[in-house]
């Protein structure tokens, strides 16, 4: 294979991995500070009831710290990645992209770690206010570095506020580069996206959690909290994902084509349940339509014209994988708009009792837990592709700028990652399916045997985050 | 005397930035590795200890690697490209290793009992992996990327020293912040480190002028070699000093901290040096700092952020070290 693909590979390898684990820890830490703030407010008057604030705060805590490594250790290496796999990018595009991912080191992974020892490991050295406010920079750190980020791979796709000189790139605007056209909508988009993705893990854990009979006195709770959250946040992510599209369409339209497998510009556009775009005979097989729905959707009429892959010469991005990618981003998203639903409608005609649910639906519920994470995936892949064959769409293609490096080393190191993030993803799985079915009572002993013992500290995340 | 223009000083300006970042990188991520190094040989219990002893931090010393290679991506773009092309392999084996450490250690203590063995293994073996690819790395940018039979032969014997500087590192820590037994045999294992980091060091010092008669005229000249004699007489006189201290009763009582801070200035003078050697060059010989750096409007910008960033990120990692301040076995929950 040549290197352009291995690079490619690799990279999305990578970018695959790391992705995972900021979109369960940018929505994670908005929910511990809710559960801590719960107990906090309930346990002087309620104590009960604080237990189980307090029970699911030491639990998701632990989920948080976890996806908090693995994604710092996977952010580190694509820093270097961008060097190693794409030189030229940051020699032509590097006053733009440089400050951008600067800011995001500087203000917001610096804020993060920086607080994370407090809050992971500092209770009872600070007061509570100032942990609560540490657990509050941790959250918003992770928020602000998905700002950034978000904002250079948005310009990446809809350039503004640059100019070209001698082929480098010079920023004229720089509020046009952050607030470039398709920002907005790709940085709510993101935004929900984690949300839900953390609403569904709150669920599934919890889920299991009933089944297996342990976590009484947090998973009723979080199952509520998990499906609330899903219930109303599903629709509004439907609707902002459809202004997404309507944005891309306006500016990326080779996108679009490619995600609704339209090879011929036309007016009244099906909507394909099921094709296989064929990129050689520039056609589809075995196509599944809905008459005119496309057209509609996408421009809000039924004789709306969309244009096809083929006005776009050779320069549009491979449809097979976009088309596949999007349908399952928006098949786990209605799927998660009807679980959710009959999920909250269900839990409350049961009165929140968690026994009286059904018991298929709980098993449902545990296995959509890693649900967000295939969604996210693939809309990242429909938008990643679709940007194809350039890196700053339009503008740098991305074969300019790949790494001289020999094919074969590439292949090697691909081999080393790939194999490490599966395992990686396989361990990480695996301990959050074995914490969740401890029993609390087990982890609050166990809390309480290591504050008595001068190895209190020695264990990271099992530190007994409240008082007693 | 001929100042230069503020946009001629930005690329020196963020060649001092860079070269901070990375030094406060080794320091800091140095002892954390050091003491994942030597993990495989503490008890059970004492690797709790040793874990807890590095716990709150190493998340944020190693987003100073971030920020290096970040100031090297960002600011000089030319030379990112370059140096991480001719370090290709032993960047992606110290990222394996840095990520199995990062990983192992939450892992470890969340995972099931009987394979929170395998974590401690997978701990030490990524410290090491990722402490003598980075030694590796810092003989191969030193000597210059050089071509023929010594060079390797220079970085492999860097590859083996960096590791032995950061175990006498983590050796100084764990001496500084524990009591009892591991303490006394944080003393033992940081004697053994200690002769290969200065053999080591010794060995950078004069490969440095060896392959570049720019640095052999730049040390070698009078009257400059009286002023900077003042380096390398510091240096030696703190490594006797510590090997002195780790003889002495003291070490275990209220001197437990100066080797520590002693090895810190140890880094800091070595710095001292390196930089004096490869000053203005990013990489030796081949291309400066103002060949390889972006705009100064960007470098402006960046700029900006840095002012009103670093002293916040200074402050609150300061006031990290101070909330877990004191020997770890006191740090326990109450």
Redesign the interface.
Known sequence: MDALILARMQFAANITFHILFPTISIGLGWLLLFFRWRWLKSKDDQPALAQGWLDAYRFFT?VF??S???G??????M??Q???NW??Y??RV??????L???E???A??????????M???????SERVHLLATFFVAFGTSLSSFWILALNSWMQTPTGHEIRDG?F??VS?SEVIFNPSFPYRFTHMMLASALTCAFLLIGLASWQILKGVGQRSAPRVLRVGLTLAAVLIPVQIFVGDLHGLNTLQHQPAKIAAMEGIWETERNAPLLLFAIPDAEQRKNHYEVAIPNLASLILTHKADGEIKGLNSFGVDHPPPLPIFFAFRIMVGVGMLMLASSWLGLWLYRRANWQPQRMPRALLWLFAAMTFSGWVATVAGWYVTEIGRQPFIVYGLVRTADVV???PSS?IGL?LA??VT?YVA?IV?YV??LK??AEKPEETLEQEAEE??A????????????EGGR | MNWMSFDEALPVIFMALMGVSMLIYVISDGYDLGVGMLMHRATP?EK??M??SI???W??N??W???G???????F??A??????QL??P??LM??G???R??A???R????DTHKTTWDRLFFAGSTLASVSQGWMLGRFVSGFGDGWNYPVFAAAIAVALPMAYVLMGAAWLIMKTEGDLQQRAVEWAKIAWLPMLIGLVLISMATPWVSETVRNRWFALPEIIALSAIPLMTGVSLIAVRALLNARAVRGHLSWLPFVLLLLVFVLGFLGLAYSIYPFVVLDQLTIWQAA??P??LK??LI??CI??PA?AG??IF?YR??RGK??E????
């Not at chain 1, 992974?109 to 407090?118: K, P, Q, V």
């Not at chain 1, 490991?121 to 600070?126: C, I, R």
């Open positions: 632990k710290a976890l908090f490594a693995l710092v250790v996977s952010g580190i290496t820093s270097f961008f060097g190693t030189p030229g940051m020699e590097g006053n733009v992209a440089g400050p991912l600067g800011f080191v500087l203000t992974f610096f804020l993060e770690a920086g607080f994370l020892g407090i992971l490991f500092g209770h009872g050295k600070v480098i010079h920023v720089w790494s001289q490096v080393m190191t080393m990652y490490l990686l361990a695996a301990v074995y914490m290591r504050a013992t001068p190895l209190g500290i020695a264990t990271p995340g099992m530190v007994p | 219990a709790d200890v874990i807890a716990g709150p931090f998340d944020a190693e987003t690697l971030v920020l290679v970040g100031i090297l991506l960002i600011a773009p030319k990112h490209g370059l140096v991480l092309g290709y392999l960047v992606a990222l394996i840095l990520t199995l990062g990983v250690f939450d892992f203590v969340k995972a099931r972006s705009s409007a960007a910008v960046i952020g840095v960033s670093v990120i609150y990692t990290s909330v877990f770890t076995t740090l326990r929950y109450a």
